[in-house]
């Protein structure tokens, strides 16, 4: 079976990005990251996934001001040329339209840095730990045309820890993604995931062993 053609969008360093790329490079992996697409020419993930060998390509976003249609057509543009089926957003940081949403629809996956539907859009680590949350982490879903919305894939779960900072708990969170996300966006690309009723169900998935309690009884 031909692995799924896959580009990755970025906007900044792309840290998770390069937890895909690693993945990726084994033959075994079912997506080939064959784009990595930026909104932004000085997004230093593009050279990051240039020195990987992988094409890239920047479509700015500054050059559509009030136009997001139009930027989105000029993304798309460059997606059908590298015949691309499966997007994974990857600090992408551009709200998509409906539009966009829909044509992708089940082929479009981003993560995010809380338990959604907790703490959903930006500086969900200080909000977090301003909540008094004992437990944190990230979520691999689906997107949909909400903001951090969509049939969730995957979670990680972390502890908030006594005089955790947002850089510590940070941290401790993005190192699931860096596990999470690759494992997730594998089984889309292997065809194992299917969405009933609004929630995305895993084929062959294992169940979970034990509980993360915080703090331990």
Do not use: K
Request: charged share 15%; proline share 8%; net charge neutral.
């Amino acid at each position: 079976m031909p692995r799924a053609r896959t580009a990755i969008l970025i906007s900044g360093r792309g840290s998770n990005m390069a937890a895909l790329l690693a993945a990726a490079a084994d033959p075994a992996y079912p997506a080939e990251i064959a784009l990595v697409l930026a909104n932004r020419a000085d997004a230093a993930g593009l050279a990051r996934a240039a020195a990987a060998g992988i094409p890239t390509a920047v479509v700015e976003s500054r050059h559509f001001p009030g136009d997001r249609p139009g930027f989105e057509a000029a993304m798309e543009t460059a997606l059908a040329r590298h015949g691309i089926r499966l997007i994974a957003l990857a600090g992408f940081m551009r709200v998509l339209t409906a539009g966009f949403v829909g044509r992708w629809e089940g082929r479009l996956v981003n993560i995010h840095p809380s338990l959604l539907p907790a703490f959903p859009g930006l500086e969900t680590h200080e909000r977090a730990l301003a909540a008094g949350v004992r437990l944190h982490g990230c979520t691999v879903h689906l997107v949909s045309a909400g903001v951090d919305e969509g049939p969730i894939l995957a979670q990680a779960a972390v502890p908030v820890l006594p005089g955790d900072t947002p850089a510590t708990l940070a941290a401790r969170v993005l190192a699931e993604e860096h596990r999470l996300y690759p494992a997730a966006l594998g089984w889309l690309a292997a065809g194992r995931v299917h969405v009933a009723a609004g929630r995305a169900l895993v084929d062959g998935a294992a169940a979970p062993d034990g509980a993360l309690r915080n703090p331990q009884p």
